[in-house]
Protein backbone atom coordinates (compact mmCIF):
# COMPACT_ATOMS: atom_id res chain seq x y z
CA UNK A 1 0.00 0.00 0.00
CA UNK A 2 1.23 2.98 -0.82
CA UNK A 3 1.93 5.81 1.88
CA UNK A 4 0.01 8.62 2.32
CA UNK A 5 0.29 11.57 1.42
CA UNK A 6 -1.23 14.93 2.62
CA UNK A 7 -0.92 18.72 1.97
CA UNK A 8 2.34 19.55 3.39
CA UNK A 9 2.41 23.28 4.59
CA UNK A 10 0.32 26.55 5.53
CA UNK A 11 1.80 28.05 2.15
CA UNK A 12 0.39 25.39 0.32
CA UNK A 13 -2.77 26.08 2.22
CA UNK A 14 -2.81 29.89 0.65
CA UNK A 15 -2.22 29.12 -2.64
CA UNK A 16 -4.86 25.94 -2.48
CA UNK A 17 -7.18 28.92 -1.44
CA UNK A 18 -6.35 31.00 -4.02
CA UNK A 19 -7.02 29.22 -6.57
CA UNK A 20 -10.47 27.84 -5.67
CA UNK A 21 -11.42 31.40 -5.43
CA UNK A 22 -10.30 32.57 -8.36
CA UNK A 23 -11.41 30.09 -10.58
CA UNK A 24 -14.94 29.97 -9.22
CA UNK A 25 -15.07 33.41 -9.46
CA UNK A 26 -13.89 33.06 -13.62
CA UNK A 27 -16.48 30.34 -14.46
CA UNK A 28 -19.11 32.05 -12.34
CA UNK A 29 -18.31 34.69 -14.65
CA UNK A 30 -17.52 33.58 -17.78
CA UNK A 31 -20.52 31.55 -18.05
CA UNK A 32 -23.19 33.66 -15.83
CA UNK A 33 -23.71 31.24 -13.48
CA UNK A 34 -25.86 31.08 -9.91
CA UNK A 35 -23.93 30.15 -6.80
CA UNK A 36 -26.38 27.03 -5.11
CA UNK A 37 -26.03 24.77 -2.00
CA UNK A 38 -26.22 21.16 -2.91
CA UNK A 39 -26.91 17.88 -1.40
CA UNK A 40 -24.48 15.02 -0.01
CA UNK A 41 -26.72 12.58 -0.03
CA UNK A 42 -30.32 11.56 -2.15
CA UNK A 43 -33.04 8.85 -1.81
CA UNK A 44 -31.12 5.52 -2.76
CA UNK A 45 -33.66 4.48 -5.37
CA UNK A 46 -34.54 7.82 -6.31
CA UNK A 47 -32.76 7.61 -9.54
CA UNK A 48 -31.29 10.73 -8.84
CA UNK A 49 -27.74 8.98 -7.95
CA UNK A 50 -24.85 9.04 -11.36
CA UNK A 51 -24.84 5.70 -11.85
CA UNK A 52 -21.15 6.63 -13.68
CA UNK A 53 -20.00 3.30 -15.23
CA UNK A 54 -23.27 1.08 -13.92
CA UNK A 55 -20.67 -0.91 -11.67
CA UNK A 56 -20.01 1.23 -8.65
CA UNK A 57 -21.73 0.85 -5.57
CA UNK A 58 -22.35 3.76 -3.06
CA UNK A 59 -21.88 4.23 0.35
CA UNK A 60 -25.33 3.78 1.59
CA UNK A 61 -27.03 4.15 5.40
CA UNK A 62 -30.32 4.46 6.72
CA UNK A 63 -31.88 7.65 8.67
CA UNK A 64 -32.90 7.31 12.00
CA UNK A 65 -35.10 9.88 11.54
CA UNK A 66 -37.50 8.31 8.80
CA UNK A 67 -35.59 5.26 8.77
CA UNK A 68 -35.59 5.62 4.77
CA UNK A 69 -32.54 4.19 3.25
CA UNK A 70 -29.93 7.71 1.30
CA UNK A 71 -27.29 6.98 -0.88
CA UNK A 72 -23.58 9.23 -0.42
CA UNK A 73 -23.55 11.03 -4.09
CA UNK A 74 -21.20 9.67 -6.67
CA UNK A 75 -21.93 13.39 -8.79
CA UNK A 76 -25.05 15.56 -9.26
CA UNK A 77 -25.23 15.25 -12.47
CA UNK A 78 -28.69 14.81 -12.19
CA UNK A 79 -29.67 16.74 -9.24
CA UNK A 80 -28.17 19.71 -11.18
CA UNK A 81 -31.11 19.52 -13.98
CA UNK A 82 -33.84 19.33 -11.77
CA UNK A 83 -32.68 21.87 -9.55
CA UNK A 84 -32.62 24.18 -12.77
CA UNK A 85 -36.47 23.58 -12.88
CA UNK A 86 -37.12 24.10 -9.49
CA UNK A 87 -35.47 27.83 -9.99
CA UNK A 88 -37.29 28.30 -12.63
CA UNK A 89 -34.24 30.00 -14.69
CA UNK A 90 -34.80 31.29 -18.18
CA UNK A 91 -32.29 30.00 -21.10
CA UNK A 92 -28.70 30.66 -20.48
CA UNK A 93 -29.10 30.85 -16.76
CA UNK A 94 -26.93 28.37 -15.03
CA UNK A 95 -26.23 27.38 -11.49
CA UNK A 96 -22.82 26.34 -10.27
CA UNK A 97 -22.20 24.50 -6.62
CA UNK A 98 -19.24 22.79 -4.93
CA UNK A 99 -19.66 19.17 -4.35
CA UNK A 100 -18.26 16.26 -2.22
CA UNK A 101 -19.55 12.96 -3.00
CA UNK A 102 -17.43 9.35 -2.05
CA UNK A 103 -16.61 6.53 -4.79
CA UNK A 104 -15.38 4.03 -2.50
CA UNK A 105 -14.41 1.84 -5.65
CA UNK A 106 -11.79 4.00 -7.03
CA UNK A 107 -8.57 2.79 -6.81
CA UNK A 108 -6.17 5.14 -5.08
CA UNK A 109 -3.83 6.40 -7.50
CA UNK A 110 -1.76 9.64 -8.13
CA UNK A 111 -4.79 10.96 -9.98
CA UNK A 112 -7.57 9.16 -8.34
CA UNK A 113 -9.06 9.47 -4.63
CA UNK A 114 -12.36 7.90 -3.40
CA UNK A 115 -13.01 11.65 -2.21
CA UNK A 116 -14.24 13.72 -5.69
CA UNK A 117 -14.49 17.84 -5.11
CA UNK A 118 -16.11 19.55 -8.40
CA UNK A 119 -17.56 22.75 -9.05
CA UNK A 120 -20.88 21.33 -10.81
CA UNK A 121 -22.21 23.64 -13.16
CA UNK A 122 -25.23 23.35 -15.28
CA UNK A 123 -27.18 26.01 -17.51
CA UNK A 124 -30.45 26.13 -19.25
CA UNK A 125 -30.36 25.80 -23.27
CA UNK A 126 -32.66 26.04 -25.76
CA UNK A 127 -33.45 23.07 -28.52
CA UNK A 128 -31.23 25.48 -31.10
CA UNK A 129 -28.21 24.92 -29.03
CA UNK A 130 -27.73 21.48 -29.00
CA UNK A 131 -25.01 21.26 -31.85
CA UNK A 132 -21.51 20.68 -31.58
CA UNK A 133 -20.66 25.05 -31.97
CA UNK A 134 -22.67 25.27 -29.07
CA UNK A 135 -20.91 22.78 -27.06
CA UNK A 136 -17.36 23.84 -28.09
CA UNK A 137 -18.56 27.42 -27.19
CA UNK A 138 -18.81 26.63 -23.67
CA UNK A 139 -15.77 24.82 -23.37
CA UNK A 140 -13.55 27.24 -24.94
CA UNK A 141 -15.38 29.86 -21.85
CA UNK A 142 -14.57 27.18 -19.56
CA UNK A 143 -10.79 26.71 -20.88
CA UNK A 144 -10.69 30.21 -20.60
CA UNK A 145 -11.28 30.21 -16.45
CA UNK A 146 -8.51 27.64 -16.63
CA UNK A 147 -6.45 30.00 -18.14
CA UNK A 148 -6.89 33.28 -16.49
CA UNK A 149 -6.59 31.92 -13.11
CA UNK A 150 -2.80 30.24 -14.28
CA UNK A 151 -2.28 33.50 -14.59
CA UNK A 152 -3.32 35.15 -11.92
CA UNK A 153 -1.51 32.49 -9.87
CA UNK A 154 1.16 32.98 -11.87
CA UNK A 155 1.48 36.97 -11.16
CA UNK A 156 0.44 36.00 -7.01
CA UNK A 157 3.22 33.34 -6.77
CA UNK A 158 5.84 33.76 -9.65
CA UNK A 159 7.36 30.33 -9.01
CA UNK A 160 3.94 28.60 -9.85
CA UNK A 161 4.29 28.70 -13.80
CA UNK A 162 2.21 26.29 -16.28
CA UNK A 163 2.42 26.21 -19.81
CA UNK A 164 -0.92 26.32 -21.13
CA UNK A 165 -1.64 27.06 -24.89
CA UNK A 166 -3.78 29.63 -25.33
CA UNK A 167 -6.63 27.54 -27.04
CA UNK A 168 -8.00 24.60 -26.38
CA UNK A 169 -7.52 21.86 -29.63
CA UNK A 170 -10.80 19.51 -30.44
CA UNK A 171 -10.74 16.17 -31.55
CA UNK A 172 -13.74 13.96 -31.78
CA UNK A 173 -12.76 10.31 -29.87
CA UNK A 174 -12.98 8.35 -32.91
CA UNK A 175 -10.32 10.82 -35.22
CA UNK A 176 -8.39 10.17 -31.83
CA UNK A 177 -8.84 6.30 -32.51
CA UNK A 178 -8.40 6.84 -36.37
CA UNK A 179 -4.38 8.68 -35.54
CA UNK A 180 -3.28 6.25 -32.73
CA UNK A 181 -5.11 3.03 -33.41
CA UNK A 182 -3.67 0.01 -31.70
CA UNK A 183 -3.14 1.35 -28.32
CA UNK A 184 -5.71 2.04 -25.52
CA UNK A 185 -8.14 5.02 -24.94
CA UNK A 186 -6.12 6.57 -22.02
CA UNK A 187 -2.73 6.15 -23.64
CA UNK A 188 -4.41 7.58 -26.66
CA UNK A 189 -5.15 10.66 -24.22
CA UNK A 190 -1.55 10.63 -23.11
CA UNK A 191 -0.37 11.41 -26.65
CA UNK A 192 -2.59 13.85 -27.99
CA UNK A 193 -2.57 15.51 -24.71
CA UNK A 194 1.55 16.00 -24.86
CA UNK A 195 0.58 17.19 -28.44
CA UNK A 196 -1.34 20.10 -27.65
CA UNK A 197 -0.71 20.58 -23.93
CA UNK A 198 -5.07 20.91 -24.01
CA UNK A 199 -7.81 18.73 -25.58
CA UNK A 200 -11.11 18.66 -25.29
CA UNK A 201 -11.82 14.93 -26.73
CA UNK A 202 -15.87 14.85 -28.26
CA UNK A 203 -18.24 11.90 -28.37
CA UNK A 204 -17.37 9.91 -25.58
CA UNK A 205 -19.84 6.85 -24.68
CA UNK A 206 -20.79 5.78 -28.31
CA UNK A 207 -19.06 2.79 -29.78
CA UNK A 208 -16.47 3.42 -31.95
CA UNK A 209 -15.21 1.73 -35.27
CA UNK A 210 -13.39 -0.80 -33.18
CA UNK A 211 -16.65 -1.40 -31.05
CA UNK A 212 -15.66 0.27 -28.39
CA UNK A 213 -16.72 3.32 -26.18
CA UNK A 214 -13.55 5.75 -25.64
CA UNK A 215 -14.71 5.88 -21.72
CA UNK A 216 -17.69 4.74 -20.06
CA UNK A 217 -20.96 7.32 -19.63
CA UNK A 218 -23.88 6.38 -18.09
CA UNK A 219 -27.53 6.55 -19.82
CA UNK A 220 -29.27 9.27 -18.85
CA UNK A 221 -27.56 12.61 -18.21
CA UNK A 222 -24.42 13.70 -21.37
CA UNK A 223 -26.17 13.03 -24.76
CA UNK A 224 -23.63 10.84 -25.99
CA UNK A 225 -25.44 8.76 -29.01
CA UNK A 226 -27.26 11.91 -30.84
CA UNK A 227 -25.52 12.69 -34.40
CA UNK A 228 -25.08 16.12 -35.11
CA UNK A 229 -24.10 17.96 -38.03
CA UNK A 230 -20.65 17.06 -38.37
CA UNK A 231 -21.98 13.34 -38.38
CA UNK A 232 -20.44 11.53 -35.58
CA UNK A 233 -21.25 10.58 -32.57
CA UNK A 234 -21.90 12.76 -29.48
CA UNK A 235 -22.43 15.83 -27.58
CA UNK A 236 -20.41 15.44 -25.00
CA UNK A 237 -16.35 15.13 -23.62
CA UNK A 238 -13.80 16.05 -21.64
CA UNK A 239 -11.44 18.39 -20.82
CA UNK A 240 -8.09 16.94 -20.83
CA UNK A 241 -4.13 18.83 -19.87
CA UNK A 242 -1.12 17.52 -20.10
CA UNK A 243 0.64 17.34 -16.88
CA UNK A 244 4.24 17.59 -16.76
CA UNK A 245 5.23 16.11 -13.61
CA UNK A 246 3.61 12.76 -13.91
CA UNK A 247 4.75 12.89 -18.20
CA UNK A 248 0.75 11.93 -18.50
CA UNK A 249 -2.60 13.29 -19.31
CA UNK A 250 -4.54 14.85 -17.07
CA UNK A 251 -8.44 14.85 -17.04
CA UNK A 252 -9.66 18.10 -15.66
CA UNK A 253 -13.47 17.62 -16.48
CA UNK A 254 -16.25 15.63 -17.62
CA UNK A 255 -19.37 17.67 -19.54
CA UNK A 256 -22.13 17.61 -22.22
CA UNK A 257 -25.32 18.65 -23.96
CA UNK A 258 -27.87 17.01 -21.62
CA UNK A 259 -30.08 14.28 -23.13
CA UNK A 260 -33.60 15.31 -24.29
CA UNK A 261 -36.18 12.97 -24.96
CA UNK A 262 -35.11 10.55 -27.91
CA UNK A 263 -31.68 10.88 -26.97
CA UNK A 264 -32.36 9.41 -23.14
CA UNK A 265 -34.58 6.44 -24.64
CA UNK A 266 -32.09 5.58 -27.47
CA UNK A 267 -29.36 5.34 -25.07
CA UNK A 268 -31.44 3.35 -21.88
CA UNK A 269 -32.16 0.88 -24.76
CA UNK A 270 -28.24 0.35 -25.18
CA UNK A 271 -27.46 0.15 -22.00
CA UNK A 272 -30.27 -2.04 -21.19
CA UNK A 273 -31.82 0.45 -18.69
CA UNK A 274 -34.85 1.38 -19.99
CA UNK A 275 -36.53 -0.04 -16.28
CA UNK A 276 -34.91 4.22 -14.89
CA UNK A 277 -38.12 5.37 -17.13
CA UNK A 278 -40.34 5.07 -13.83
CA UNK A 279 -38.33 7.84 -12.10
CA UNK A 280 -38.91 11.32 -11.45
CA UNK A 281 -36.10 12.53 -13.30
CA UNK A 282 -36.77 10.40 -16.31
CA UNK A 283 -40.57 11.19 -16.72
CA UNK A 284 -39.08 14.40 -16.30
CA UNK A 285 -37.42 14.61 -19.16
CA UNK A 286 -39.63 12.13 -21.35
CA UNK A 287 -43.09 14.28 -20.30
CA UNK A 288 -40.48 17.80 -21.47
CA UNK A 289 -41.13 19.33 -17.70
CA UNK A 290 -37.42 19.55 -17.02
CA UNK A 291 -35.58 21.84 -19.18
CA UNK A 292 -32.53 21.06 -21.68
CA UNK A 293 -29.55 21.90 -20.50
CA UNK A 294 -25.71 21.49 -20.45
CA UNK A 295 -23.56 20.90 -17.55
CA UNK A 296 -20.18 19.16 -15.76
CA UNK A 297 -17.99 18.82 -13.11
CA UNK A 298 -14.81 20.65 -13.07
CA UNK A 299 -12.14 18.53 -10.50
CA UNK A 300 -10.96 20.60 -7.94
CA UNK A 301 -8.26 18.90 -6.79
CA UNK A 302 -7.49 17.61 -10.25
CA UNK A 303 -7.21 21.37 -11.22
CA UNK A 304 -4.70 22.55 -7.59
CA UNK A 305 -2.81 19.61 -8.61
CA UNK A 306 -2.36 20.76 -12.34
CA UNK A 307 -1.86 24.36 -11.36
CA UNK A 308 0.65 23.36 -8.72
CA UNK A 309 2.03 21.19 -10.78
CA UNK A 310 2.06 18.06 -7.89
CA UNK A 311 2.73 14.05 -8.05
CA UNK A 312 -0.05 13.45 -5.94
CA UNK A 313 -3.80 14.54 -5.55
CA UNK A 314 -3.39 13.93 -2.10
CA UNK A 315 -0.78 16.35 -1.72
CA UNK A 316 -3.79 18.66 -2.63
CA UNK A 317 -6.72 17.05 -0.60
CA UNK A 318 -7.28 15.90 2.89
CA UNK A 319 -9.73 12.84 2.11
CA UNK A 320 -8.95 11.07 5.11
Known sequence: MKPHVSIS????????????????????DNLQLHPVFAPLFVPQHSGLNDDLNGIEVPVTFKSGYNEKAYA?????????????????????????????????????????SILVDQWDWEIVIRKADRTTDFLKRIVGKIYQAIRQTALALQQAYPQCKSDLPKEITFIHAEDLLQQFPGISAKEREHKIAQRYGAVFITGIGHPL???????????????????????????????????APLQRSLEISSMGI???????????????????????????????????????????SRLCMFLLQQQDIHAVQYSY
Open 72 to 112: IVHSLAKWKRMRLSELSLSPYEGIVTHMLAIRPEEERSAVH
Open 209 to 243: SNGLPHDGRSADYDDWSTAPEDGYHGLNGDIILWH
Open 9 to 28: DIATEEKLYFIKHHFLAALK
Open 258 to 300: RVDAQALMTQLQICGAEDRQKHDFHRGILEGTLPLSIGGGIGQ
